[in-house]
């Protein structure tokens, strides 16, 4: 009999082991940073001659490791290889397939380190921040195969005379997995395993941003001896690739994390019916968000300015769940502004693979880069700029106007220090669109009708908090506050799977809430089955 479920627990790197184990994984990883990575279709390994190079953010010269790129001849093979697989596949036990998951977790947590440094390398993750990714990966693994033994067998229906009706459900067929760069592990872990420990066959195809550590979880994968073809590796271009894997027939369903744009792409092209499909093609979509913590006059300054902080700048703000706007009363938002920005001032920033463990890494490639320095530009001119370096500095080198947030460790990868603008209006385009950096919006509201008037201003509903004191207006957060999800008196990042499911509202996607107990039943379909006594 399993264990209940529970989170995996995070370490202290300040605490000398976990430092110790965490500097030789490090090692242990730069000295295989370069190798090649075939496809794998059918189980088969593939060469090819065209390659995706991996770099390492910080140092964009250092090559994080080749994998081979495929194209649209590869694509159909792949999804022919799932098609075949899916025939057998789909037919074992629902338990067996568990075991799967449960054991490939197993080698993940005793790997924990070595998984978390390819992060740092190829992400330019903090160490806590891949450790995290890492241990969420595990969490999908061991709730997802809990789930399954589940949801396998017969499910409650109200008994009816001289009949035997039963429910059940039954996987949907070949599915296009398309995780985004930003959780390499955990969230591609998780979609992969969700759509293969449901029955169906899955045609993976990873960030091209970060594909190695994908193929690392390949390998484990390949280790638990999952049969050939339930998972193929297909790492391409979106255009080619992608565009084929999500037009073809025989898809069956496709599970997307990424920007609104492609999302939105991918829900178009998915709807249209081509010659020789029989289904409507499903689709799971997570697409972004404009995250938002709202601090009213009446919340503790301290603990509010701290989770700003952390919920903007972790990981560089480059998660769908960042604060983007924090927004303010009026009558607190110069003290408020003047904690923030006190705690803004403390972070590092600097190359994570480097033994002093900085707070904050680079962006993850050059294009990202650039597109963040234009929304700094666009923030020079809607609003005042609080802390960071202007567009023209950092297009200069710039590496941080403050001593706390110089870059000590490389000048050539792709820094941008913690940026923050104030006087941003509701309807600017800094509190509008998802930048997907270290950039904080600030605005301010006048009572918590106009905060809230201003926190659901947007397209997007994927998470928010609020700070507050007074239990009046966080139960009126709680049913105004249109969010996927919601939280009261703490950050808006670091969702934990079956603690709080994860996925948004409106334009952040289909809130499909990952890591929660109905989300295995979107990769599958209910058979109701009767027979006359």
Not at 351 to 376: C, H, L, R, W
Not at 393 to 419: D, H, V, W
Not at 492 to 506: E, I, W, Y
């Amino acid at each position: 009999m399993l264990m209940p479920y529970q989170p995996e627990s995070y370490v202290n790197f300040a605490d000398p082991e976990p430092r110790r184990q965490m500097l030789e994984a490090l090692k242990c990883v730069e000295s295989q940073l370069g190798r090649t990575y075939p496809l794998r279709i059918g189980g088969k390994k593939i060469e090819t001659s065209a390659k995706i190079e991996s770099l390492n953010p910080a140092r964009p010269e250092q090559i994080v490791g080749y994998v081979c790129k495929a194209g649209q001849d590869e694509a159909l093979a792949a999804v022919q290889a799932a098609e075949t697989a899916f025939k057998t596949w789909s037919r074992v036990a629902p338990e067996a397939r568990a075991r799967y998951l449960l054991r490939a977790a197993a080698i993940i947590r005793h790997r924990v380190y070595e998984f978390s440094a390819w992060m740092v390398y190829e992400e330019s993750k903090s160490w806590i921040e891949a450790y995290a990714d890492t241990c969420e990966c595990i969490d999908f693994l061991e709730f997802y195969a809990r789930e399954m033994m589940r949801l396998g067998g017969p499910q409650p229906v109200t008994p009816y005379p001289g009949e035997e009706n039963e429910l059940r459900y039954i996987p949907l067929g070949v599915a296009v997995v398309i995780p985004p760069w930003n959780f390499p592990l955990a969230i591609m872990a998780g979609m992969t395993t969700a759509a293969a420990v449901t029955g169906n066959t899955v045609v993976l195809k990873p960030a091209s941003t970060a594909p190695v550590i994908a193929a690392k979880f390949i390998e484990v994968l390949e280790e638990v001896m999952l049969p050939p073809g339930v998972v193929n590796f297909l790492p391409g271009p979106g255009g080619q690739v992608g565009d084929t894997l999500v037009d073809h027939p025989r898809t069956r369903l496709i599970a997307f994390t990424g920007s609104r744009d492609i999302g939105l792409r991918i829900f178009e092209r998915a709807a249209k019916v081509h010659p020789g499909q029989i289904w409507l093609k499903r689709t799971i979509l997570e697409m972004g968000g404009k995250d938002c913590i709202v601090v009213t006059d009446k919340a503790d300054l301290d603990a509010a300015a701290e989770a700003v902080v952390a919920s903007a700048f972790g990981f560089q703000g480059q998660k769908c769940s960042a604060c983007s706007r924090l927004i303010v009363d009026e009558k607190v938002h110069a003290s408020l502004v003047e904690k923030v920005l006190q705690q803004a001032k403390k972070l590092t920033i600097g190359d994570p693979a480097s033994p002093e463990n900085y707070f904050m890494g680079a962006v993850i490639d050059k294009p990202a880069y650039e597109k963040i320095i234009s929304y700094i530009e666009i923030g020079e001119k809607e609003g005042s700029l609080l802390l960071g370096n202007t567009a023209t500095e950092l297009r200069k080198g710039g590496i941080g106007s403050n001593p706390q947030s110089a870059i000590r460790n490389s000048q050539s990868g792709y820094f941008i220090p913690p940026t923050i603008f104030d006087g941003i209006a509701p309807s600017a385009r800094l509190a509008q669109e998802e930048i997907f950096g270290p950039v904080l919006a600030i605005l301010k509201g006048r009572g918590l009708d106009e905060l809230l008037t201003i926190a659901n201003g947007t397209e997007y509903g994927l998470t928010g908090a609020i700070f507050s004191n007074d239990r009046a207006e966080l139960e009126r957060a709680r049913n105004e506050l249109h969010v996927g999800n919601l939280y009261l008196n703490r950050k808006c990042t670091g969702a934990l799977v079956d603690v709080q499911p994860f996925g948004g509202f409106n334009m952040s996607g289909t809130d499909s809430k990952a890591g929660g107990r109905d989300y295995l039943q979107l990769f599958m379909q209910g058979k109701s089955i009767t027979e006359r006594l």
